[in-house]
Structure formats: C-alpha cells, structure tokens
T-cell receptor, first 114, second 112 residues
Framework: NAGVMQNPRHLVRRRGQEARLRCSPMKGHSHVYWYRQLPEEGLKFMVYLQKENIIDESGMPKERFSAEFPKEGPSILRIQQVVRGDSAAYFC????????????FGPGTRLTVT | DAKTTQPNSMESNEEEPVHLPCNHSTISGTDYIHWYRQLPSQGPEYVIHGLTSNVNNRMASLAIAEDRKSSTLILHRATLRDAAVYYCILIPLIQGAQKLVFGQGTRLTINP
C-alpha cells in the first residue's frame, strides 16, 4: 500500500508566479490535511479537506492561498503570486476517517521563492 | 485547544530505554493523546496514541497517568534512527476537529 505521495518534492518559483502542490492520499483515505513548516519554525496546520469539501481552513492565509480535494485526483494546494515568505516545506497528511485517528504524512514539497 | 508541555531536549545512549514525558494538565475527558516524531528533513511520522489505557505497538509504548494529566512515550531500546523531534499532541473527539497542533516538541539526541 503506497504511502502519501507529494509532488513535486522541490519547487522553485520566482516572486509573483503561481505554485501548485499536489498530494495523493493513501489508498482508501478520504481526509487530507495540509501543514506548513517555515525555516527554523514549527509545523503549522493550514487546512483540512474531505472529498469536495473544506472542513477547516482556519490556518490558511486569507489571501493568495487556496486548497481543493476533488472527487477524482489529488488534493491541490495553490499559492498565487508567491512571495519570499512563502518559502517553506509543505506537508500533506491523510487519514481514513473523521476522528482522532492517526495521520500519515507525505515527504513534503520544499518550495523556494527566488 | 488543550496544551501540552514537553522538555525542549533530551539525550540518551544507543540501545538504552528512553522515557519522553508530556504534561497535559488541562486535558478533557475525550481528548486523545497522540505522539508523532519528525526525523531530520522528513515529514512527521505517527508513533502511537491512546485515551486512557497504556498502549503498545511495534515502535513504542505509551504510558498514561491515571488522572490523564501526563503521559510518557517509551522507546524500549533506542537506536540512532530514533533521533528526532517528538511531539505530544491532544486531539479532541469532535467531528472535524482533528487538526494536529504541534508545539516545540522534544529534540531527542541518541549517542552511539
């Protein structure tokens, strides 16, 4: 059973460009979470999605950031007009159920904004 | 969100047991106690979780105090690969509320 997959693993964008980060959850998992880890800082929750629904987006910046988890295909975290402060590691996790169950993390996408 | 308190760092020797403490004095009756770890340059990894009873799995054991105000993650025989930051996190039994709130964790160093 393949684990959580994220791509790309490394992404370089110039200021003002768009970044699209993809996350394929583990097979059978319909709950996806995105977390961000800024350099030398801790992990911060961004958004929790179920198929076609955003459940909790309390950690998402109000502008430029959006996330989706369509019925078919991977979850996408989209950052428009990136700035240097967006440089970070973005981790996706998945779980099979809604509840206090373990979350399985992907290897992350390391975004560098130049 | 109920808060947890962990030591910033701990050090142990290879092949010895390690006891990682976590205080959560404001825990509610339906909060689950989860432990995750993050190895250098990797994503977090689930370790173990429990509610009231002690739990064992292939990675570790979780000892939960009778009053649930503290818990201890036990690595029975540490290896160099166990060097990581360990996070103790409380997750409520509320639908849609299982985001992980990471504190500063405990940075565990294993000496060869």
């Amino acid at each position: 059973n393949a684990g959580v997959m994220q791509n790309p693993r490394h992404l370089v964008r110039r200021r003002g460009q768009e970044a699209r980060l993809r996350c394929s959850p583990m097979k059978g998992h319909s709950h996806v979470y995105w977390y961000r880890q800024l350099p030398e800082e801790g992990l911060k929750f961004m958004v929790y999605l179920q198929k076609e629904n955003i459940i909790d987006e309390s950690g998402m910046p109000k502008e430029r950031f959006s996330a989706e988890f369509p019925k078919e295909g991977p979850s996408i975290l989209r950052i428009q007009q990136v700035v240097r402060g967006d440089s970070a590691a973005y981790f996706c996790a998945s779980s099979p159920f809604d509840g206090p169950y373990e979350q399985y993390f992907g290897p992350g996408t390391r975004l560098t904004v130049t | 969100d109920a808060k947890t308190t962990q030591p910033n760092s701990m050090e142990s020797n290879e092949e010895e047991p390690v006891h990682l403490p976590c205080n959560h004095s404001t825990i509610s009756g339906t909060d689950y106690i989860h432990w995750y770890r993050q190895l250098p340059s990797q994503g977090p990894e689930y370790v173990i979780h429990g509610l009231t009873s002690n739990v064992n799995n292939r990675m570790a054991s979780l000892a939960i105090a009778e009053d649930r105000k503290s818990s201890t993650l036990i690595l029975h025989r540490a290896t160099l690969r166990d060097a990581a930051v360990y996070y103790c996190i409380l997750i409520p039994l509320i639908q849609g509320a299982q985001k992980l709130v990471f504190g500063q964790g405990t940075r565990l160093t294993i000496n060869p």
